[in-house]
Structures are given as C-alpha cells and as structure tokens.
C-alpha cells in the first residue's frame, strides 16, 4: 500500500519561504511522478509543481519562486518555495500516480493528507 506524508507547512509572512516534504512508503519515488498541488478555500485543486526520472515542470504562477527536487535514497520529493505570496495561501498536497508529470489531478492515484501553507501579507 502507497502512503504519502507532506510536511513543512506553517505560517510565513509574505516574501518568506518554506520548505515542503513528501515521504513515500510502499512505493519507489524514482520509477513515478510526483506532482504537488494546492487547494485554497473555495477553489479548486490545482497543479503546482510535479517531476519524474526526465523532466520538471511548473504552474506559470510559481515559475522562478518554488524548486521541486527528489532524493531518492531517502523517497522523498521537496518543494522549496521562496518569495511566497499571500495568494500561495493553501492545502498543499503531494500525489504520485503516472510515470509522466500530468497536471490533472484525476491522473494521480495515491495522495498525502496535505499540509496548511500560510501567508500573511
């Protein structure tokens, strides 16, 4: 079984950053993507950041601001978010599921239980 853990939320004030986590157990990081996505209040669960063996790809509103890295000894994915905005305020979860990056969140089969990402301006 496929279990997800994010941590590294919190509450920053605008222009900070923060550094998220997703552990994976029951599933090897490398061989998959691994895509983070947010949902704030009243909206829609949305792409951020997602990777696999070949390639990096970025929603247009976190280009230049949040990195997505892997370190696959330890099965974990990151996401170092800088220059964090009050609109980055969300839930922010990670998933795996294909082999590719897919920006629909109807392609991820498995999910962590997210983690509160606050900004405050």
């Known amino acids: 079984q496929v279990q997800l853990v994010e941590s590294g939320g919190g509450l920053v004030q605008a222009g900070g950053s923060l550094r998220l986590s997703c552990v994976a157990s029951g599933r090897t990081f490398s061989s998959y993507a691994v895509g983070w996505f947010r949902q704030a209040p009243g909206k829609e669960r949305e792409f951020v950041a997602g990777i696999s063996w070949s390639a990096i790809y970025y929603a247009d509103s976190v280009k230049g601001r949040f990195t997505i890295s892997r370190d696959n000894a330890k099965n974990t994915v990151y996401l170092q978010m800088n220059s964090l905005k009050p609109e980055d305020t969300a839930v922010y979860y990670c998933?795996?599921?294909?082999?590719?990056?897919?920006?629909?969140?109807?392609?991820?089969?498995?999910w962590g239980q997210g983690t509160q990402v606050t900004v405050s301006s």
């Open positions: 998933a795996t599921g294909p082999r590719v990056v897919r920006t629909n969140v109807r392609e991820y089969d498995y």
